[in-house]
T-cell receptor
């Protein structure tokens, strides 16, 4: 069961780029890396998923080094509405090893 | 596309009472999950269904929690009897296939056990 480690909290200012790093030293060959975002009183929402190198969508980028023991979620030009908890998960395609950690609480300040 | 529906949104019960939560996943999604989220923590998977079969229930406290997914669509999660430590938000999610596919979460049911 791959375990992830993330910073408990981060602060940023509007307009800045935010990078949240997740460590997953025991990631298995078949594991994917997925990030979710959760606002208060809502369920988590999918942000991005990747296996290796770099993935980019309209919301974020995900950087995964060659050894895949860590990954970095990059949020460009954050706004106040990006204040949320961000979770990093690793798991295989069968999905039986997906575990949510405590997440990173991002606070975006004006 | 309709999202994952859950009811009720809030529930307050006394310890030792029973409670049931209902979830209707997104149409066509084969996989359904129930999570427990205690305040300040990440969601903890309780049970995962693939169609109407259980894939993973290793963290379900089976002495008091039960879940079923009739006909591979709707699902109910029951707690009987409830304990104080069961106070949490119960989230239902669904995905097209496995958990590596995007999971779509419902709004959750906030349970308070007094």
């Amino acid at each position: 069961l791959a375990k992830t480690t993330q910073p408990i909290s981060m602060d940023s200012y509007e307009g800045q780029e935010v990078n949240i790093t997740c460590s997953h030293n025991n990631i298995a060959t078949n594991d994917y890396i997925t990030w979710y975002q959760q606002f208060p009183s809502q369920g988590p929402r999918f942000i991005i998923q990747g296996y290796k190198t770099k993935v980019t969508n309209e919301v974020a980028s995900l950087f995964i080094p060659a050894d895949r023991k860590s990954s970095t979620l990059s949020l460009p030009r954050v706004s106040l509405s990006d204040t949320a908890v961000y979770y990093c998960l690793v798991g295989d395609r069968e999905g039986q090893n997906f575990v949510f950690g405590p997440g990173t609480r991002l606070s975006v300040l004006p | 596309e309709a999202g994952v529906a859950q009811s009720p949104r809030y529930k307050i019960i006394e310890k030792r009472q029973s409670v049931a939560f209902w979830c209707n996943p997104i149409s066509g999604h084969a996989t359904l999950y129930w999570y427990q989220q205690i305040l300040g923590q990440g969601p903890k998977l309780l049970i995962q269904f693939q169609n109407n079969g259980v894939v993973d229930d290793s963290q379900l406290p089976k002495d008091r929690f039960s879940a079923e997914r009739l006909k591979g669509v709707d699902s109910t999660l029951k707690i009987q009897p409830a304990k104080l430590e069961d106070s949490a938000v119960y989230l239902c999610a669904s995905s097209l296939s496995g958990a590596a596919d995007t999971q779509y979460f419902g709004p959750g049911t906030r349970l308070t056990v007094l």
